[in-house]
């Protein structure tokens, strides 16, 4: 059987209540017959408000990050199991956004993963090199350091999470990888994986980065491209619904 693949929008901060309300109403009703799994990750305090928007619909419930601890005197964070009393199915860590602006580094991704898998929530881990690391031939270098950072803290349930890779020169720049670049990375990320579990197979390896209603189709081709995780133009309900359709394909 094949694995379905996983179309993951990712708002960052952006939305509101009343954009909220249209953009998810109009995903609702134009992905009746989708033919992957689909889900969309939220600003915090809109989880309420899209958990009830979604109601009886498969569009599943997403977070943007979480934290490592289970609770506490920790100001500013959401635990693991605040977002599963809001339905919350995947949470995404180690953005490169949260890597970059707020200095989260390997060991601490790799225990946001643990602690969101510990709630039965699937994180969706990103990882990617910078543009600088690719032209300095280190692609590989940076994001096998990446995973096995992950790998190590989660080894037994590491088929349990979603990858995404994400290079870092193509978010919201207009510039995709090409579908063999993509590829050409999958593929050592599955390797990876399959290093460490025989149910490497079972991973969604997500590529995320300028994905679009235009280049979907050819990217999500590929044999170790198990879906994306969409920034910009997940906001845009036709453009999303169109990469939904090119993932049911
Ligand atoms: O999480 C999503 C990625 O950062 C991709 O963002 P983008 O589709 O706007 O390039």
Not at 176 to 204: C, D, G, M, S, Y
Request: with cysteine.
């Amino acid at each position: 059987m094949t694995k379905r693949k996983l179309i993951a929008g990712n708002w960052k901060m952006n939305g509101n209540l009343e954009a909220n309300d249209a953009l998810v109403r109009a995903l609702v009703a134009g992905m009746k017959d989708a033919g992957c799994d689909v889900a969309v990750c939220v600003p915090a305090p809109y989880l309420a408000q899209v958990q009830m928007l979604r109601h009886g619909a498969k569009l599943e419930l997403g977070a943007q990050d979480v934290s490592q601890h289970a609770s506490g005197a920790y100001t500013g964070e959401v635990s693991a199991a605040m977002l599963r009393e809001f339905g919350v199915r995947y949470a995404i860590v180690g953005h490169s956004e949260r890597r970059q602006y707020h200095g989260e580094t390997d060991a601490l991704v790799a225990e946001k993963a643990k602690a969101a898998l510990a709630l039965g929530i699937t994180p969706i881990v990103c990882i990617g090199e910078t543009l600088a690391e690719r032209e300095a031939g280190r692609t590989e270098e940076v994001v096998k350091r990446q995973m096995a950072a992950v790998i190590h803290v989660n080894g037994h349930c590491i088929s349990e999470i979603v990858v995404a890779y994400e290079p870092v020169w193509a978010i919201g720049t207009g510039r995709t990888a090409t579908p063999e670049q993509a590829q050409q990375v999958h593929a050592l990320l599955r390797k990876q994986l399959a290093a460490a579990t025989p149910q490497a197979e079972r991973v969604n390896i997500l590529y995320g980065g300028s994905m679009n209603a235009a280049n979907a189709a050819s990217l999500l081709a590929q044999p170790d491209i198990d879906g994306g995780l969409i920034g910009g133009a997940s906001l845009k309900s036709a453009d999303f619904l169109q990469i939904i359709a090119a993932a049911s394909a």
